[in-house]
């Protein structure tokens, strides 16, 4: 049997951090040689994650002070804050500039460095490195992820519009300057760590906008659309926070161009994903739930008619812990590694 791969986790007491140790866990390939935790140092995983405790995992330590090149990964994933990720990156490739890097922060998504520090608020500390970085939605850019150093791995909500959304816009099948993306996140969205605003008694029995005119994902959809369609292209996009756990579902509003029908842009979905293992596009007049991809690496897509004539309702739906990050973080690792990009993934939904 071939060596495993030596798989690193920074920042691995956060949402994504857990669900990458959970689904590497079963990975043939990969063995988690390394984890970290700033405010967690010292401690076992399992006391972080009660879930953990049958399995042998590293001690959480800090990052600072860490000997990169002794480290010896073969593949590093940062699950650490934007900004910070920057550093930390620059640092690791610096001394070991062998080691593959997924990143799951929004620090190397956006390849303008002015437009990182338009929505970001500062100025890049790696702008050589996010020239290098390769936007890792996996299904669009499959080709040029296989030979990355660094993958900039999609953000959640970006994900879920964008597989409806591309294949219609590089086909010129919709209006470019009538889209609308109506998004909904369960709250493992917002992170892990302690805010107000994340209490309980804050979030149930309601829901709500937020980030409306101004979310910074608004800057990735900007640059993919405009990417794919050969010229700029701006969507409305409100992201909503609903009190669940998992799951993002969008509900996106196009109108056809040149007479393009609903069941058209139904059969080039159908005809783009048909080959694709974690994109599912239902049959038409069907819509997906958050619900039926629980815990799994899919992405179900349904299109349905509008009352208005030539206008589409595309739904999509994914579960963001997964193929919004560390499923989809895990596929990226897959193909720069060269090895099966299913593997390790194929776990069904979780339902009930």
């Known amino acids: ?39 967690r140092a010292g401690q076992e ?56 890097v997924i990143d799951l922060s929004a620090d190397f998504r956006l390849s303008d460095v002015a437009a990182y520090a338009k929505w970001y608020g500062h ?33 959640c909500y970006t994900t879920c519009a964008q597989l409806p959304l591309i294949p219609l816009i590089r086909n010129k099948a919709i209006e470019l300057d009538e889209i609308v993306v109506d998004a909904k996140s369960g709250m493992t969205g917002a992170g892990r760590a ?8 804050e979030v149930s029995e309601g829901f709500n ?25 701006i969507v409305s996009f409100t992201p909503h926070l609903v009190p669940m756990n998992r799951g993002i579902l969008s509900t996106i509003y196009v109108r056809g161009r040149r007479g393009r029908t609903p069941e058209d842009l ?23 739930q958050t619900r039926h991809v629980r815990g799994s690496n899919m992405t179900f897509i349904g299109v349905a008619k509008d009352r208005i004539p030539g206008r589409a309702i595309v739904i999509s739906a994914l579960d963001n812990l997964v193929k919004g990050a560390s499923g989809q973080a895990i596929q990226n690792m897959n193909l720069v590694m060269g090895w099966p990009e299913t593997m390790g993934l194929e776990q069904v939904a979780l339902f009930p």
């Open 266 to 288: 139904h059969a080039i979905l159908l005809k783009s994903y048909v080959k694709e293992p974690f994109v599912h596009v239902l049959p038409f007049g069907e819509t997906p």
């Open 123 to 155: 100025e890049h500390h790696a702008p050589a490195l996010q020239q290098e970085a390769v936007y890792g939605l996996t299904e669009i850019h499959r080709r040029d992820i296989r030979h990355a150093r660094l993958v900039a791995n999609p953000g």
């Open 194 to 201: 302690a805010k107000e605003a994340m209490l309980f008694s």
């Open 1 to 39: 049997m071939a060596a495993k791969a030596r798989i690193g986790i920074l920042g691995a007491s956060g949402y994504t951090g857990g669900e990458l140790v959970r689904v590497l866990l079963r990975h043939p390939r990969g063995e988690i040689v390394l984890l970290t935790a700033e405010r």
């Open 209 to 233: 906008a937020y980030g409306v005119g101004h979310h910074r994902h608004m800057a990735e959809l900007d640059q993919e659309f405009s990417l794919a369609a050969g010229r700029e292209v």
């Open 45 to 100: 995983m399992r006391t972080v994650f009660p879930q953990f405790s049958p399995y042998r995992l590293p001690q959480l330590v800090a990052i600072e002070g860490l000997d990169w090149a002794k480290a010896q990964l073969d593949v590093a994933f940062c699950a650490l804050p934007h900004a910070t990720t920057q550093k930390v990156i620059k640092e690791l490739l610096a001394q070991a500039p062998a080691t593959k």
